[in-house]
């Protein structure tokens, strides 16, 4: 499942470093701006998932990070500030090692990614529905 999540322009970063092992340390800091609910179950999840990450960077080019191995989120960071222009959110940490650089994408949906929307279905056949109407069907 693909989640997609806008971010703040500030307190985003990546980082990769070579290490010595001939292997690629990837790093990402993720701040999201708002606290609800629905966010904070997909929060509590991300602890006890493995993930690939695809950021769009400032001059629109996407990249892929955790390709083979996958990332871990290290920390999940729930702020509220103290005044109404305080930061709001959550503050996360993924981390992973990649034998390889991450990878350019040039078009998500021709790579096969489709963010998740409640009104995307996909069947046994593998193809993916979205019905006119938006409404919610119980297939038996």
Known sequence: MI???????DGNSYREALGSDKSYGQSISITLPMLD????????????????????????IYKIFGLENGLSVDSVKLVTG??????NGYTFNF???????????????????????PTLYEFQDFILHVFQDNELYNFN
């Open 3 to 9: 989640y997609q999540f806008d971010l703040l322009a």
């Open 37 to 60: 609910r629905p966010t904070n179950e997909i929060m509590e999840a991300l602890l006890n998932s493995e993930f690939r990450v695809i950021l769009e960077l400032n001059n629109g």
């Open 82 to 87: 103290g005044a109404k222009s305080e930061f």
């Open 95 to 117: 981390e992973g090692r990649e034998e390889k650089e991450s990878f350019y994408i040039d078009d998500l949906e021709e790579a096969g990614f489709i963010p998740y929307s």
